[in-house]
């Protein structure tokens, strides 16, 4: 009997996930080596970015002597005798808006209106908040006579200021290099003037899902069709781990079709993941184009679900090929291309936990397996207080892609255990 040309006539190795992941990071070299750089983008713009350098201070902030309330700037000798049933009255000379220049300056018993953010004026040494005051002459028309205010409480040299350093000082580290910025390191950038930052760049990654079955969600669907959904949850885990999708493709299994789905996705990628075609089958296209291209390697993972693995390139373009069974396609995201992703970017590595079964499971010899799972809400008790319970969800099958939704986590059951009791303990990867 003939052998099927796609079949290797020898043994293949399979490397245990933690080997296939130092495959990837070989394989990836040229992604890694890119990611490692800076590149400076706006700081609107560096949002879930990972910034490359670290961040001092150019200034310091506040950047003046300024109002933290609207109210008075007055000399705290002048209303130290100031209460509720004998209150101070001063002249005010002057109202200074945040924006203003500095006020006229503030001499013996007087005061000038400052609002929050407004400069002190020169002579003032703090602030009374206008609800500690009350109106006290208004203005001669005619500028003969200036209005009063009457303070109603003593305030203490500094109070209600905002001195220069308060916040920072020049040259302090305001954001380390390697923080993933949010919303409140943006802050911090632009109040310090900087318009942009230097940060890792994103790897541009196009995405081809594979099968004459598939048809895009909201499409009706002929017998045998199935709606199409790898393309979409692995653009969200690749955008979830700081990468940028440059294009989603859907390809039949056709050779000319798979081709230019390649084409398309390669454009202006640093890295083409596809998914499903990398099996054994008649109709594995993924293999068939690029398993014969030089440094391509299509073989077995010691693993369950996510078995068949693939590494080939296309036009110079690093190419992963993931199964295309959604649970088996997320599961090799998450377990073997996820950390090597994060570490390109330079984000901090999703850590593996502990939990407990809630109930017994069994695991084939030889392979790790990975179980979806839920966490329960609250910890177990017991001789370790404090680990959570973990439910595996449905079965091991990886078709059971709906089902996932209820999963939080997956347990990694060892290559060498058959079988677990309700009670023991496992290692958990977030979802």
Same mark, same amino acid.
């Given at each position: 009997m003939a052998s099927?040309?796609?079949?290797?006539?020898?043994?293949? &190795?399979? $490397? %245990?996930?933690? #080997?296939?992941?130092?495959?990837?990071?070989?394989?990836?070299?040229?992604?890694?080596?890119?990611?490692?750089? %800076?590149?400076?983008? $706006?700081?609107v713009a560096c949002a879930d970015s990972v910034l490359a350098r670290d961040l001092l201070a150019s200034v310091d902030l506040?950047?003046?002597?300024? &109002?933290?309330?609207?109210?008075?700037?007055?000399?705290?000798?002048?209303i130290a005798g100031a209460g509720p049933d004998s209150p101070v009255r001063l002249r005010v000379v002057g109202t200074t808006h945040a924006g203003d220049g500095p006020g006229p300056r503030v001499d013996d018993d007087e005061a000038c209106k400052v609002m929050t953010g407004a400069p002190v004026p020169e002579g003032a040494d703090c602030v009374v908040p206008v609800e500690d005051t009350s109106i006290g002459d208004p203005a001669d028309p005619s500028g003969g006579r200036p209005a009063t205010v009457l303070v109603h409480a003593p305030r203490a040299a500094g109070e209600f200021i905002r001195r220069p350093g308060d916040d920072v000082r020049a040259g302090d580290l305001v954001i380390p290099a390697g923080t993933r910025l949010e919303a409140r390191h943006?802050?911090?950038?632009? %109040?310090? #003037?900087? &318009?942009?930052?230097?940060?890792?760049?994103r790897p541009r990654v196009g995405v081809v899902a594979t099968g004459a079955e598939l048809v895009a969600p909201g499409r009706p669907l002929e017998p045998g069709q199935i709606w199409e959904s790898n393309s979409i949850t692995l653009a969200a885990a690749l955008k979830a781990c700081g990468c940028e999708v440059t294009a989603t493709v859907i390809s039949s299994d056709d050779r000319d079709d798979f081709t230019a789905a390649l084409d398309i996705?390669?454009?202006?990628?640093?890295?083409?993941?596809?998914?499903?075609?990398?099996s054994m089958g008649d109709a594995e296209v993924v293999r068939q184009v690029l398993a014969d291209r030089e440094g391509a390697r299509f073989a077995p993972v010691a693993m369950q679900p996510g078995g068949p693995q693939g590494l080939s390139t296309w036009r110079d373009t690093p190419v992963v090929c993931?199964? #295309?069974n959604p649970v088996s396609a997320l599961v090799s995201f998450v377990v073997l291309l996820r950390p090597v992703i994060l570490e390109a970017v330079g984000r901090v590595p999703v850590p593996t936990t502990r939990a407990r079964l809630s109930r017994a499971v069994g695991s084939p010899a030889g392979k790790t397996q990975y179980l979806?799972?839920?966490?329960?809400?609250?910890? &177990?008790?017991?001789?370790?207080?404090?680990?959570?319970?973990?439910?595996?969800?449905? #079965?091991?099958? %990886?078709?059971?892609?709906?089902?996932?939704a209820r999963a939080d986590v997956l347990i990694e059951v060892p290559a060498d255990e058959t079988s677990l009791a309700a009670g023991d303990e496992v290692a958990v990867i977030p979802l």
């Open positions: 099927h040309p796609d079949r290797p006539t020898h043994p293949v &190795s399979r $490397p %245990s996930p933690a #080997g296939y992941r130092e495959l990837l990071r070989t394989h990836l070299a040229p992604v890694l080596e890119r990611a490692a750089q %800076s590149t400076r983008l $706006p700081v506040p950047l003046f002597v300024n &109002s933290q309330m609207d109210g008075y700037a007055v000399r705290s000798a002048d943006l802050a911090a950038a632009a %109040s310090l #003037g900087e &318009s942009g930052l230097d940060v890792r760049p996705a390669a454009g202006d990628a640093d890295l083409v993941v596809t998914v499903g075609a990398v993931l199964p #295309g979806r799972g839920a966490l329960a809400a609250e910890p &177990s008790g017991g001789d370790l207080p404090g680990i959570p319970t973990v439910d595996p969800v449905s #079965g091991p099958g %990886s078709h059971l892609v709906a089902s996932m």
